[in-house]
């Protein structure tokens, strides 16, 4: 087992392969976090202090001694209203308008494999693979009890949080905060390291010192959005990409959430991830319990690199679920950029024809291929087959493409609603908006309440008679608006955004069971909802509607950090961009393209015949290399925001061969070398470049580096392949 209680002094010990997490339950019942950080022996408990301070108040419990104060001790799951003024993992309102939760601990279990969560993505593992410890505290008082649940992967350097607060009481409560994970750290100085970003340009590095005072980033728009991800490092000082103390906070939710930092007045620093607390106030009857999503914990004392690749295993292996889990994802033609809204059946088959003759696995047909759709004014919610614009059956249409021998796809946004749409006009009340005031348009639509059942049952029934017309084995989920004026005509309304999101994951998992062969590829306008929640149900998403190459590797980049290359939805985009108007190279765009899944947004039938030819050739190189980028170690080897260059490599798991990826972004006159050192590599092995044939000492690569070719021209790109040989 890798957690264990010690009856003695009541402290609890979880172990990973490389860290250590400790608590324990005072002599008061309330439960003390001692520890999080590389692994050590024994109890840690010494590193308690306790001092009368002023103005921090003392539990009742206590007496006389003033030395005693919640306000400074490090707690697993501080509650408002016992003292500690720092930021609470949990407020409840009680039936008498009180805000106070005084949890106590009154047992535990713990058990072989990981806790699983009723109605919401988890991390999954069997019964070898994970431990599980569940803490129930209580309030004597209120009735409110809590579960936490701890999830332990030894091998993976992996730690989960999670909450279920249940009411069993006799009076009705509302949950108006909840945390999942609280780290409290006793000493030290760190940085918050978290992703912001806007659409079509997600997730740019932030590096913040947590000083005095709160810091939090969040969402508010019912998805996790474009402008800060789910998930944070939280760093000492002088942590780097390979040297350094850092510690990883992953929230598994796609809706609003809320990760606060403090730094308190003691030189204590409290970091909390959660569900955000505005447009929450859940109502708790008797009996009747909230459910927190999880967060992932992980540490690492050599930097952001070895933390990252542990998230991508975690994610690859114990998030992602169903048969592309593993599998090689097809690589595909969107029809998007290539022809928009002005298509038609022969348009389709065009493209089909196209990727059929260049070695493309798949065409996507995209938005407009429905109800009255010729543009983003209508349509959404009226999911029936536009025959006419086709000029044949969806069923006619995916068997001709299936005779070219190319695969099927469709796109759908199933969650949003047109005004100008027969579902509306029968069905207005299935639109979130908020009576008697006009709503807010987001893209000209709004958004179906699917925090109620049967407005979900409705979509679900629609899409399935369409998905059932023919040998449909992809669709690309979108949704292209944020939550607002929140209302909902069945559901009280501070449980609207946490249920909404509940009813995204029942329809995607119903969606998993009927169609268990179907890649389910997620997008939100491209990046707006590109987190651990949906990568349960769908193991790719759409990394940015931004497809331009130089402003990839820096979205790219970013997404690194938490999550592996298998879920990043990465094409080959038509030049010059269609987002920013700039031109790139086909090579280098196929580069970039290629730390993804891989694909096509463009017509071939503009391109060239030595384009065609150089698009084989591409297919060819991804194809044969496929294995090594979803499966292998993946390392930036560049800060693409301050470096002359873009760099990262794939490495396999037994370190045999390597992929390593150059994009230069600067070119000057009279150009300096720029030397890229490798990472990841056996020091004394010898590695051959598979193009030149020259032999390197693995140590000599990770320590020089390469020098990379002063060519011409904007944003060259190379590609390195080494593959190790037992002698020079």
Same mark, same amino acid.
């Given at each position: 087992?890798?957690?264990?209680?010690?009856?003695?002094?009541?402290?609890?010990?979880? /172990?990973?392969?490389?860290?250590?997490?400790?608590? %324990?339950?005072?002599?008061?019942?309330?439960?003390?976090?001692?520890?999080?950080?590389?692994?050590?022996?024994?109890?840690?408990?010494?590193?308690?202090?306790?001092?009368d301070r002023g103005f921090s108040g003392n539990p009742y419990d206590v007496g006389n001694d003033r030395t005693y104060s919640l306000d400074?001790?490090?707690?697993?799951?501080?509650?408002?209203?016992?003292?500690?003024?720092?930021?609470? !993992?949990?407020?409840?309102?009680?039936?008498? &308008?009180? +805000?106070?939760?005084?949890?106590?601990?009154?047992?535990? +279990?713990?058990?072989?494999?990981?806790?699983?969560?009723?109605?919401?993505?988890?991390?999954?593992?069997?019964?070898?693979?994970?431990?599980?410890?569940?803490?129930?505290?209580?309030?004597?008082?209120?009735?409110?009890?809590?579960?936490? =649940?701890?999830?332990?992967?030894?091998?993976?350097?992996?730690?989960?949080?999670?909450? %279920?607060?249940?009411?069993?009481?006799? &009076?009705?409560?509302?949950?108006?905060?909840?945390?999942?994970?609280?780290?409290?750290?006793?000493?030290?100085?760190?940085?918050?390291?978290?992703?912001?970003?806007?659409?079509?340009?997600?997730?740019?590095?932030?590096?913040?010192?947590?000083?005095?005072?709160?810091?939090?980033?969040?969402?508010?728009?019912?998805?996790?959005?474009?402008?800060?991800?789910?998930?944070?490092?939280?760093?000492?000082?002088?942590?780097?990409?390979?040297? &350094?103390?850092?510690?990883?906070?992953?929230?598994?939710?796609?809706?609003?959430?809320?990760?606060? !930092?403090?730094?308190?007045?003691?030189?204590?620093?409290?970091?909390?991830?959660?569900? /955000?607390?505005?447009?929450?106030?859940?109502?708790?009857?008797?009996?009747?319990?909230?459910?927190?999503?999880?967060?992932?914990?992980?540490?690492?004392?050599?930097?952001?690199?070895?933390?990252?690749?542990?998230?991508?295993?975690?994610?690859?292996?114990?998030?992602?679920?169903?048969?592309?889990?593993? /599998?090689?994802?097809?690589?595909?033609?969107?029809?998007?950029?290539?022809?928009?809204?002005?298509?038609?059946? +022969?348009?389709?088959?065009?493209?089909?024809?196209?990727?059929?003759?260049?070695?493309?696995?798949?065409?996507?047909?995209?938005?407009?291929?429905?109800?009255?759709?010729?543009?983003?004014?209508?349509?959404?919610?009226?999911?029936?087959?536009?025959?006419?614009?086709?000029?044949?059956?969806?069923?006619?249409?995916?068997?001709?493409?299936?005779?070219?021998?190319?695969?099927?796809?469709?796109?759908? +946004?199933?969650?949003?609603?047109?005004?100008?749409?027969?579902?509306?006009?029968?069905?207005?009340?299935?639109?979130?908006?908020?009576? %008697?005031?006009?709503?807010?348009?987001?893209?000209?639509?709004?958004?179906?309440?699917?925090?109620?059942?049967?407005?979900?049952?409705?979509?679900?029934?629609?899409?399935?008679?369409?998905?059932?017309?023919?040998?449909?084995?992809?669709?690309?989920?979108?949704?292209?608006?944020?939550?607002?004026?929140?209302?909902?005509?069945?559901?009280?309304?501070?449980?609207?955004?946490?249920?909404?999101?509940?009813?995204?994951?029942?329809?995607?998992?119903?969606?998993?069971?009927?169609?268990?062969?179907?890649?389910?590829?997620?997008?939100?306008?491209?990046?707006?909802?590109?987190?651990?929640?949906?990568?349960?149900?769908?193991?790719?998403?759409?990394?940015?509607?931004?497809?331009?190459?130089?402003?990839?590797?820096?979205?790219?980049?970013?997404?690194? =950090?938490?999550?592996?290359?298998?879920?990043?939805?990465?094409?080959?985009? !038509?030049?010059?961009?269609?987002?920013?108007?700039?031109?790139?190279?086909?090579?280098?765009?196929?580069?970039?393209?290629?730390?993804?899944?891989?694909?096509?947004?463009?017509?071939?039938?503009?391109?060239?015949?030595?384009?065609?030819?150089?698009?084989?050739?591409?297919?060819?190189?991804?194809? %044969?290399?496929?294995?090594?980028?979803?499966?292998?170690?993946?390392?930036?080897?560049?800060?693409?925001?301050?470096?002359?260059?873009?760099?990262?490599?794939?490495?396999?798991?037994?370190?045999?061969?390597?992929?390593?990826?150059?994009?230069?972004?600067?070119?000057?006159?009279?150009?300096?070398?720029?030397?890229?050192?490798?990472? &990841?590599?056996?020091?004394? !092995?010898?590695?051959?470049?598979?193009?030149?044939?020259?032999?390197?000492?693995?140590?000599?690569?990770?320590?020089?580096?390469?020098?990379?070719?002063?060519?011409?021209?904007?944003y060259p790109a190379y590609q390195i392949t080494l593959r190790r040989k037992r002698a020079l």
């Amino acid at each position: 087992m890798a957690i264990w209680y010690q009856k003695e002094n009541r402290t609890f010990t979880l /172990q990973t392969a490389h860290t250590t997490y400790q608590m %324990k339950v005072d002599d008061f019942g309330f439960l003390l976090h001692l520890y999080y950080g590389g692994k050590t022996e024994g109890d840690m408990d010494y590193l308690l202090t306790y001092y009368d301070r002023g103005f921090s108040g003392n539990p009742y419990d206590v007496g006389n001694d003033r030395t005693y104060s919640l306000d400074v001790l490090p707690q697993e799951y501080p509650c408002m209203g016992m003292g500690d003024y720092r930021g609470s !993992a949990l407020m409840i309102q009680n039936e008498d &308008g009180s +805000e106070c939760c005084d949890l106590r601990y009154v047992s535990h +279990e713990i058990r072989r494999g990981k806790y699983a969560l009723k109605g919401l993505p988890a991390v999954y593992a069997g019964e070898d693979e994970a431990d599980t410890l569940e803490i129930l505290m209580a309030d004597s008082v209120s009735g409110v009890q809590l579960r936490l =649940f701890y999830g332990v992967l030894e091998k993976e350097d992996i730690i989960t949080r999670s909450a %279920k607060i249940v009411n069993c009481g006799e &009076g009705r409560i509302v949950v108006e905060k909840a945390a999942s994970a609280c780290l409290d750290f006793m000493s030290g100085s760190y940085d918050m390291i978290s992703f912001y970003g806007r659409h079509a340009m997600e997730r740019n590095f932030q590096r913040t010192w947590i000083q005095h005072g709160n810091y939090a980033i969040g969402s508010r728009r019912g998805t996790s959005s474009h402008q800060y991800n789910p998930a944070v490092i939280v760093a000492e000082r002088n942590t780097t990409e390979d040297m &350094g103390k850092c510690y990883g906070m992953v929230f598994v939710y796609s809706g609003n959430f809320l990760c606060e !930092a403090e730094h308190d007045q003691f030189g204590q620093t409290r970091v909390m991830m959660g569900l /955000q607390s505005d447009l929450f106030h859940y109502p708790l009857e008797k009996k009747q319990e909230l459910v927190i999503p999880e967060t992932i914990l992980t540490y690492s004392d050599q930097g952001f690199g070895k933390l990252s690749r542990q998230y991508h295993k975690c994610i690859r292996e114990h998030i992602c679920r169903g048969k592309y889990q593993k /599998q090689l994802r097809p690589i595909l033609l969107n029809s998007w950029e290539a022809a928009y809204f002005d298509f038609t059946g +022969e348009t389709i088959l065009k493209l089909a024809r196209e990727a059929a003759e260049l070695g493309i696995d798949m065409i996507v047909m995209d938005d407009g291929w429905f109800g009255k759709r010729d543009d983003d004014n209508s349509g959404l919610g009226d999911w029936q087959v536009n025959e006419k614009k086709l000029g044949c059956t969806l069923k006619e249409m995916t068997q001709k493409v299936n005779d070219m021998g190319v695969k099927f796809g469709i796109w759908i +946004e199933p969650e949003s609603i047109s005004e100008d749409s027969l579902l509306f006009r029968e069905h207005p009340d299935y639109a979130i908006r908020i009576p %008697k005031r006009n709503p807010v348009r987001g893209r000209n639509q709004l958004v179906l309440d699917f925090s109620r059942k049967e407005v979900r049952e409705h979509v679900f029934d629609q899409l399935c008679s369409v998905l059932d017309q023919g040998k449909i084995e992809y669709i690309k989920w979108d949704l292209n608006r944020s939550l607002t004026d929140i209302y909902s005509k069945e559901n009280q309304q501070g449980k609207v955004t946490y249920d909404y999101v509940l009813g995204l994951y029942d329809f995607l998992e119903k969606l998993m069971e009927r169609y268990p062969d179907m890649l389910i590829e997620s997008c939100s306008g491209g990046g707006g909802r590109f987190d651990a929640g949906i990568m349960y149900y769908s193991p790719q998403i759409w990394c940015s509607d931004n497809t331009d190459a130089v402003d990839r590797i820096r979205i790219q980049y970013g997404t690194s =950090f938490f999550y592996p290359v298998s879920t990043v939805g990465s094409h080959v985009s !038509a030049t010059p961009n269609h987002q920013t108007g700039r031109s790139v190279s086909l090579h280098t765009r196929g580069i970039v393209a290629m730390a993804g899944t891989f694909g096509y947004e463009l017509d071939p039938g503009n391109l060239s015949r030595e384009e065609k030819e150089e698009i084989r050739k591409q297919i060819c190189e991804y194809k %044969k290399y496929a294995e090594l980028i979803q499966k292998g170690d993946y390392y930036r080897l560049s800060d693409p925001f301050c470096d002359a260059y873009g760099a990262w490599m794939f490495v396999s798991e037994d370190r045999e061969e390597a992929l390593v990826h150059v994009v230069m972004l600067e070119v000057h006159g009279n150009m300096p070398v720029n030397y890229v050192p490798v990472k &990841g590599l056996i020091a004394d !092995a010898v590695y051959e470049d598979a193009d030149t044939g020259r032999c390197y000492y693995g140590s000599a690569l990770m320590e020089a580096g390469i020098p990379m070719p002063a060519d011409l021209g904007e944003y060259p790109a190379y590609q390195i392949t080494l593959r190790r040989k037992r002698a020079l």
